[in-house]
T-cell receptor, first 119, second 117 residues
Framework: AQTVTQSQPEMSVQEAETVTLSCTYD???????LFWYKQPPSRQMILVIR??????QNATENRFSVNFQKAAKSFSLKISDSQLGDTAMYFC????????????????FGKGTLLTVNP | NAGVTQTPKFQVLKTGQSMTLQCAQD?????MYWYRQDPGMGLRLIYY???????DKGEVPNGYNVSRLNKREFSLRLESAAPSQTSVYFC????????????????FGSGTRLTVV
C-alpha cells in the first residue's frame, strides 16, 4: 500500500514571499501520478498541480511549481509571490498508474499542511 | 451546474441512529468515491465504485455500507452511528482512466458535516 507523508502540519508565510510545502511518499510502483490539492475554508477541494512520475521535468502552474525527486520519493510544492487567497489546507496525493494494475484510480492523501498567508 | 451534489450538507445524529448520505454526479463519470476527513488525518477512503455495479472497500470501511444505485448515484449508509464517525464526508467522481483522472483530477462534492452525539 502507498503512504503519503506531509511532515509540516502548519506553516505561515508573509504575503508576496515564497513558501515550500514538503511531501514524501512510499511506493514500490515505478509509474504513478502525484497531485497537490488545495482546500480553502470553503471546504472545496481544488486541484492545484499534478505530475506524472515518468516525466522528469517539474510541473509548473503559474505561481505554483513542484520539485519532484523520484529517487528520494519527494514531491514538494513551491508557492511564489504568496497571496492572501492561498491560505488553505494543502494535501499531497498519490495515484497508481493504470498500467500497474490499478483500475480504480484511488487517491491516497497525506494528512495535510495548513498554510496561512499573513498580510 | 455540472458537478457532484451531496446531501445533506449538515447532519446531527444520536448514537445508534442510522442515515444515508446521498451523492449524485451529472458528468457521466464511471468511478465514484467516499472519503472522510478528520483533523490531522487528511482524507481517508471509505468505499469506492470503480464502475456501475461494483463497489469495493477502501482504507476505513468499518461501520459503513454503500450502494451504487446507478451510474449517477453513490450513497453511503451508516447503520448504527457512533461518535467516532463524526467527520466531514466527501463524495468524489472521475470519468475513469488513469490519464484522464490525471488530467482532470477528481470532482469533489462540497462535503457533509456529520456530528454523532
Amino acid at each position: 500500500a502507498q503512504t503519503v507523508t506531509q511532515s509540516q502540519p502548519e506553516m505561515s508565510v508573509q504575503e508576496a514571499e515564497t513558501v515550500t510545502l514538503s511531501c514524501t511518499y512510499d511506493t514500490s510502483e515505478n509509474n504513478y501520478y502525484l497531485f497537490w490539492y488545495k482546500q480553502p475554508p470553503s471546504r472545496q477541494m481544488i486541484l492545484v498541480i499534478r505530475q506524472e512520475a515518468y516525466k522528469q521535468q517539474n510541473a509548473t502552474e503559474n505561481r505554483f511549481s513542484v520539485n519532484f525527486q523520484k529517487a528520494a520519493k519527494s514531491f514538494s510544492l513551491k508557492i511564489s509571490d504568496s497571496q492572501l487567497g492561498d491560505t488553505a489546507m494543502y494535501f499531497c496525493a498519490f495515484m497508481k498508474h493504470e498500467g500497474s494494475g490499478g483500475s480504480n484510480y484511488k487517491l491516497t492523501f497525506g494528512k495535510g499542511t495548513l498554510l496561512t498567508v499573513n498580510p | 451546474n455540472a458537478g457532484v451534489t451531496q446531501t445533506p450538507k449538515f447532519q446531527v445524529l444520536k448514537t445508534g441512529q442510522s442515515m444515508t448520505l446521498q451523492c449524485a454526479q451529472d458528468m457521466n463519470h464511471n468511478s465514484m468515491y467516499w472519503y472522510r476527513q478528520d483533523p490531522g488525518m487528511g482524507l481517508r477512503l471509505i468505499y469506492y465504485s470503480a464502475s456501475e455495479g461494483t463497489t469495493d472497500k477502501g482504507e476505513v470501511p468499518n461501520g459503513y455500507n454503500v450502494s451504487r444505485l446507478n451510474k449517477r448515484e453513490f450513497s453511503l449508509r451508516l447503520e448504527s452511528a457512533a461518535p467516532s464517525q463524526t467527520s466531514v464526508y466527501f463524495c468524489a467522481s472521475t470519468r475513469g482512466g488513469g490519464l484522464i483522472t490525471f488530467n482532470y483530477g477528481y470532482t469533489f462534492g462540497s462535503g457533509t458535516r456529520l456530528t454523532v452525539v
